[in-house]
C-alpha cells in the first residue's frame, strides 16, 4: 500500500516534469539551437574564442584585489576578489601578442579568404554566398601558423619575437594548428553537403 503510494506519486512527478519540458520546448529550441550552431563560421568562431580567451589570461595580470567588508546585519563574510590589471591595454606588452595573433589568426586569413574565394559561385542553402571562403580561410591560418611559429617567418621583421613567443606559449602553437584543421574539415564537410 504504501509502495503503491510512492509509485503513484513519483509517476505524478515524472508526468509533471514532462508537461514542463514539453511546455517549455527545450527541444525544439535546443535543435534549433544546433541548426544554427552547425556551420563552419561557428566552428571557427568557436576555435578563434577559445584561443582568444587563452590569449587574454596569459597577458593581462590578474594583479588588484579587493575586499568587500563583512555585512553583520545580514550575516555576509567579507569577500576578497582578484581582479584584472586592465592598464596593462595601454601597453605595447598587450597590444604586440594581441595584434600578432590577431593579424596571423583572423586578418590575413579572412583577407586571402575574400582575394581567393573559390566556392563564391555556389551558393549555400539559405542562398547565401559566403563572402569568405573558409577552405581558403582554414588553410591560409594554417600556413601562417606553420610559417610563423615554426619557420620563424616575422614578416620582414614586423612580428616582434618576443610576441610570437607570448602567442605561442599562451595560445599553443598546436592548438593554433588543430583549429585551422578543424575549420578545413567543417568546410569540406559543409561542401560536400552543399553539392
Known amino acids: 500500500m504504501v509502495a503503491d503510494e510512492i509509485e503513484t506519486r513519483a509517476n505524478a512527478i515524472i508526468a509533471s516534469a514532462r ?17 544554427r550552431l552547425s556551420n563552419v563560421i561557428s566552428v ?27 555585512i553583520t546585519a545580514v550575516g555576509a563574510p567579507a569577500v576578497t576578489y582578484i581582479l584584472p590589471d586592465l592598464f596593462v591595454i595601454l601597453t605595447a606588452a598587450f597590444w604586440a601578442p594581441f595584434l600578432t595573433w590577431l593579424v596571423t589568426a583572423l586578418v590575413l586569413p579572412i583577407g586571402n579568404g575574400l582575394l581567393f574565394n573559390l566556392v563564391s559561385a555556389s551558393v549555400a542553402k539559405d542562398g547565401a554566398e559566403h563572402p569568405v571562403d573558409p577552405l581558403t580561410y582554414a588553410v591560409t591560418r594554417a600556413l601562417l601558423t606553420y610559417l610563423v611559429h615554426y619557420k620563424g617567418f616575422s614578416f620582414w621583421g614586423l612580428l616582434g619575437e618576443k610576441a610570437v613567443a ?3 606559449t599562451s595560445v599553443g602553437r598546436e592548438l593554433q594548428l588543430v583549429g585551422a584543421g578543424i575549420g578545413g574539415i567543417a568546410a569540406i564537410w559543409e561542401g560536400i553537403l552543399r553539392r
Not at 519540458?21 to 541548426?35: F, M, N, Q, S
Not at 593581462?60 to 575586499?67: D, G, K, N, R, S
Open 19 to 35: 508537461k514542463a519540458v514539453e511546455k517549455a520546448e527545450i527541444h525544439e529550441k535546443a535543435t534549433g539551437l544546433r541548426d
Open 44 to 70: 571557427n568562431a568557436t576555435s578563434l574564442s577559445l584561443e582568444a580567451i587563452l590569449l587574454l589570461v596569459s597577458i593581462i595580470p590578474v594583479t588588484y584585489q579587493i575586499t568587500l567588508p563583512a
Open 166 to 168: 607570448i602567442v605561442g
